[in-house]
């Protein structure tokens, strides 16, 4: 999958995520989170995973969590993603 | 799979809400239904329907019957739907605005095939909603037309607006539907789910409501606050004079088979099998709720 | 030293002398010393019978206090967040040019959090408080205090003042109603706030106590919460604070049902219990769970017909309506937590205002929580051996209070902590702690969305329950369902440096504010 546009999806609300994406010539995973200290960690290998289930490469993505659970996160990152590339 | 023999309450979930959604199983509801259809606006159906298949695929929700309302048949998303949340750990599919048999049988086609290329061995069920004056007029036909139906159930605020008439506080307006509805899936053999009850706050009117559909032969009722599920509970839970009475039926009907007649009487009143029947399903759901709530 | 939960505890700390290791929430007061009994007389003071006690402004009120560099001065934190006091009063202090004052207030909410800037400029050497919030807990968990923050409950305050373990030079009491003389009460005037519980132990005890008012009235002021041969001096400022922000969020009665859901398996509990009986006395907590709690108790009481003997604690306008209904036959009134309490104390004379001394002070001839059955408390975090923490939040810093939580956790008869698994990804239940305030040996159950665990070290509870049908479980299980959920988080890291120190209410040492390390 390409990310050809802008795209976002998500929301700031309390167990919620905003994912932002947008085409870039490498990875860069960027991560905000209220629970970073805690899932930090968590976070960067579910959203590789997500990246790389899509097949993306290269993007630019930005995590803005508060506190969403891990499927939250998978879902969100996945239909960034998709509404990158079309 | 999972054995379902109680479903008083089928809990409403906005489909792009995943704070509740993460909580979905922990009120005590019968059944939880995520809805893609009339709380998710058009531009996020895409992330309902994945945040939903996420929940469902990677969370599982072991211990309560899991639904999901789709968007109709014939609406440009429900394929997308299926695609998103067919998974082994789902149970059910909602389909809103049923018309006819032929809705179901495309749906299930279309489920047919996303089970095949998903490799999932069951096959999901398939709750029609009958929210529309031709739905209502072709129940029957659409109660049998899948052998995945396990339960039929009625849209009350979408028909009265196909009917062009205000949906009331008493609901007279829905008679006609609701007793319909009911008489087929009592003829199809399937349970029969009543409408929400939309003003949160009212718990008497909620009570009244319940009380009233149970003795159509509603089997239960769809909720859209947690705080509705007890008080529907409480009315489909079985009167301890309507068990004494399962009881002694019962106990009749025992004892005759035991002598050998044929007609069975209690209290001066004929019992036929039917009867029995009745009593016997009252005994089993009092052994299902025995132990939920009743306590000193 | 190691203490009862194996901290370690210095045995000297400068500022602060010498220190006693936590060995039970009942050891000290099961074994006084003679040191523990002696008697610590009160300041006289006389002065000529017409002697004015105004003063035009509150840096000649300072004056005429003669506080000086490394003395002690208290205020309250009735008016809660929307207190203008302190704050008015620390530019003051820096503009006279004190140095190294320790400051002893009943606690710190969000309007004081600036008090940093003045630990760093110097003013303020050490601080006392129940809590800790905004800038200043941050600033106090990232080490920025010489000598560290000392944490009381408001029994232990009460205690500390009593004993003389902390002598109040100077005591700034911001009065909603005033009269010239200095006699005061909370519940009349444009900053009106309600009980006066902790000032009135202040006034007691302060060798020195200024009576701030935006409300002076003529003399002489009625009803008295403190009276006027206990106060010094009286001085008029414009405003003493924003009575609309006295309640924070947490006093109102939750819509979350999670907390309802929570709120019902509690009052279950209650229901399930020996203590569930007429004349039951109870107390809340602020919580958006505790006080659903009370809601569900109160179906429960009135089904069965049964009145409660009192109800105590910081009080919630939802427990004024309980009074009201007649659930419960009388209030004991600490603090207010919203301007709808106020209202009942003119209406309701079973509201009755009473003093910290009153409400939880250990060493006194009891208490009136000695007489409670049933309390119900919130949490940030309990641990599998039902340790409590309610001052140090997810990210590592001081940002909550100690409160009453361990002084009712102490002596109520069941003792019920509530909290959802889980708060946006965060399990509350974890293995240990990062703070205790309440030790588990005083909390008898945790209750959540998803049941009920019975601490096993309450054995006679344990088997009282064994047949009940209750949604019992171990609380590892518990843990280990919420971290299905959640996943299991990595843990907060602290270092070794002490920012903190957390005073159970016998005045011996049950854990450290460690500095949290940023990530």
Redesign the interface.
């Known amino acids: 999958m390409k990310i050809k546009n802008k795209a976002q999806c998500g929301s700031l609300e309390s167990s919620d995520l905003m994912v932002f994406v947008e085409p870039a010539d490498s990875l860069k995973i960027e991560i905000e989170s209220s629970v970073k200290k805690q899932y930090g960690k968590s976070i960067e290998r579910t959203v590789k995973e997500e990246l790389e289930r899509a097949g993306v490469k290269s993007v630019y993505i930005k995590i803005q969590d508060a506190g969403a659970l891990d499927p939250t996160i998978r879902a969100r990152v996945s239909t960034a993603l998709k509404r990158g590339s079309k | 799979m999972k054995e379902f023999k109680l479903r008083r309450t089928m809990l409403y979930i906005p489909g792009n809400n995943?704070?509740m959604?993460?909580?979905a199983d922990?009120?005590g509801a019968d059944s939880v239904l995520f809805d893609l259809e009339d709380s998710v606006a058009a531009s996020e159906k895409?992330?309902a329907r994945?945040?939903v298949?996420?929940?469902i695929?990677?969370?599982g929700f072991s211990n309560i019957e899991i639904t999901v309302r789709v968007n109709p048949m014939g609406s440009e998303y429900i394929r997308d739907d299926l695609i998103a949340v067919v998974d082994g750990n789902l149970d059910a599919v909602r389909l809103p605005k049923t018309n006819s048999k032929n809705d179901v049988r495309e749906l299930e086609k279309m489920l047919e095939e996303v089970e095949k290329e998903k490799g999932i061995g069951r096959k999901i069920r398939i709750h029609p909603m009958i929210e529309t004056a031709l739905g209502v007029e072709n129940t029957f036909d659409i109660a049998l037309s899948s052998k995945r139906i396990d339960a039929i159930t009625i849209g009350g605020q979408d028909l009265t607006a196909d009917m062009e008439i205000v949906k009331t506080e008493k609901g007279d307006e829905l008679f006609y539907a609701r007793t319909r509805i009911v008489m087929a899936a009592k003829a199809a053999g399937i349970d029969a789910m009543d409408t929400v009850y939309a003003d949160v706050n009212n718990e008497q009117g909620l009570i009244e409501e319940t009380q009233m559909v149970k003795k159509l032969g509603f089997t239960g009722k769809a909720v859209i606050?947690?705080?509705q599920i007890k008080p529907v509970h409480n009315v489909f839970r079985p009167a301890s004079e309507e068990i004494e009475w399962a009881r002694e039926v019962i106990n009749a009907y025992e004892a005759a088979l035991k002598e050998g007649k044929g007609v069975i009487a209690i209290r001066g009143k004929m019992i036929d099998p039917p009867v029995v029947k009745r009593a016997q399903k009252i005994i089993a759901i009092a052994a299902l709720e025995n132990?939920?709530?009743?306590?000193? | 030293m190691k203490n009862k939960l194996n901290v370690e505890i210095p045995g000297n700390l400068e500022g602060l002398g010498k220190l006693l290791p936590y060995k039970g929430a009942f050891e000290r007061i099961r074994n006084l010393s003679a040191e523990d009994l002696r008697t610590v007389p009160v300041k006289v003071r006389a002065v000529m019978p017409g002697t004015s006690k105004l003063t035009d402004s509150i840096e000649k009120a300072v004056e005429r206090s003669g506080l000086k560099n490394g003395g002690t001065i208290s205020f309250h934190h009735h008016i809660r967040n929307g207190d203008f006091l302190l704050m008015k009063v620390m530019p003051i202090l820096e503009k006279m040019g004190f140095r190294d004052l320790v400051l002893f207030p009943s606690s710190l909410a969000n309007p004081h959090q600036g008090v940093w800037e003045y630990v760093k400029k110097g003013v303020v050497k050490q601080i006392h408080t129940s809590g800790l919030r905004g800038d200043l807990g941050k600033f106090v968990s990232r080490g920025g205090m010489e000598i560290p923050v000392v944490v009381r409950s408001h029994g232990g305050r009460a205690r500390a003042i009593k004993t003389g373990q902390n002598r109040i030079d100077v005591a700034f009491i911001g009065a909603p109603a005033c009269d010239r003389e200095g006699n005061i009460n909370g519940i009349t005037g444009p900053s009106a706030c309600g009980s006066l519980g902790y000032a009135m132990v202040d006034a007691m005890y302060a060798d020195f106590v200024i009576a701030v008012t935006d409300n002076l009235v003529d003399f002489p002021l009625s009803p008295v919460s403190i009276p006027q041969y206990q106060v010094d001096t009286v001085t008029l400022i414009d405003k003493l604070g924003n009575p609309d922000k006295i309640g924070s969020g947490s006093t109102r009665l939750s819509t979350n049902p999670i907390d309802h859901l929570i709120a019902e398996n509690a009052a279950r509990l209650i229901l399930n219990s020996e203590y569930f009986k007429e004349g039951m006395s109870f107390q809340a907590g602020a919580g958006g769970a505790s006080l659903a709690v009370a809601k569900y108790l109160s179906d429960h009481m009135t089904e069965k017909k049964i009145t409660g003997g009192f109800t105590i604690g910081g009080i919630s306008s939802y427990m004024v309506e309980l009074l009201k209904r007649g659930i419960f036959k009388r209030m004991y009134d600490v603090q207010s937590f919203d301007k709808g309490v106020v209202n009942s104390f003119h209406e309701n004379s079973e509201h009755v205002e009473i003093n910290a001394d009153f409400y939880a002070n250990p060493f006194n001839s009891g208490a009136v929580i000695n007489n409670l059955d049933v309390v119900v408390l919130a949490a940030y975090e309990i641990d599998t051996d039902f340790n409590v923490n309610v001052l140090v939040d997810s990210h590592g810093y001081a940002q909550g209070a100690s409160g009453g939580h361990s002084d009712t956790a102490a002596c109520a008869k069941l003792t019920i902590v509530v909290a959802p698994t889980y708060r946006a990804r965060l399990p509350m239940i974890v293995e240990r702690v990062s703070t205790v305030i309440t030790p588990g040996e005083t909390v008898d159950a945790f209750v959540s969305e998803r049941g009920i665990a019975i601490n096993p070290a309450n054995k006679v509870l344990a088997d009282s329950l064994k047949n009940s049908k209750l949604p019992l479980i171990d609380i590892r299980d518990m843990k280990k369902e919420t971290e299905k959920i959640t996943g299991k988080p990595d843990p907060l890291e602290f270092t070794d440096k002490i920012c903190g120190l957390i005073e159970y209410r016998d005045g011996t040492i049950i854990d450290t504010i460690k500095q949290i390390v940023e990530k």
Request: charged share 35%.
């Open positions: 995943p704070g959604i993460g909580n922990i009120f895409d992330a994945e945040l298949g996420s929940f695929k990677n969370r606050n947690p705080r132990g939920a709530e009743d306590e000193e």
